[in-house]
């Protein structure tokens, strides 16, 4: 059974910088889009960023461009969200969240970690 499980979240002051990681079991990771999403309290789940099955293409909302970078290692069957220049209005829970490829919609979700930047 596939899962996905969150870590790396915690309690860090605005500029700081936070890196999370989301470890895959039970799915063959190199053939999943692996995507990055927040939800912040009373807010909806929203896209952050997202990473290619060979991770030479990476995509990310406005909001976080220039200051999240997402990367895997598929060897490691681990996707990773560094998430630098942090601000208040990023504190949410966070998932990661796989995509076969060729698929529309994201099939596997973490339990989520949260992220907490204080101002």
């Known amino acids: 059974q596939a899962q996905l499980v969150e870590s790396g979240g915690g309690l860090v002051q605005a500029g700081g910088s936070l890196r999370l990681s989301c470890a895959a079991s039970?799915?063959?990771?190199?053939?999943?889009?692996m995507g990055w999403f927040r939800q912040a309290p009373g807010q909806e789940r929203e896209f952050v960023a997202a990473?290619?099955?060979?991770?030479?293409?990476?995509y990310g909302t406005d909001s976080v461009k220039g200051r999240f970078t997402v990367s895997r290692d598929n060897a490691k069957n681990t996707v990773y969200l560094q998430m630098n220049s942090l601000k208040a209005e990023d504190t949410a829970v966070y998932y990661c969240?796989?995509?076969?490829?060729?698929?529309?919609?994201?099939?596997?979700w973490g339990q989520g970690t949260q992220v907490t930047v204080s101002s």
């Open positions: 969240a796989a995509k076969a490829g060729g698929t529309p919609n994201y099939a596997y």
């Open positions: 990473i290619s099955l060979s991770g030479g293409r990476t």
């Open positions: 039970g799915l063959t990771f190199s053939i999943y889009t």
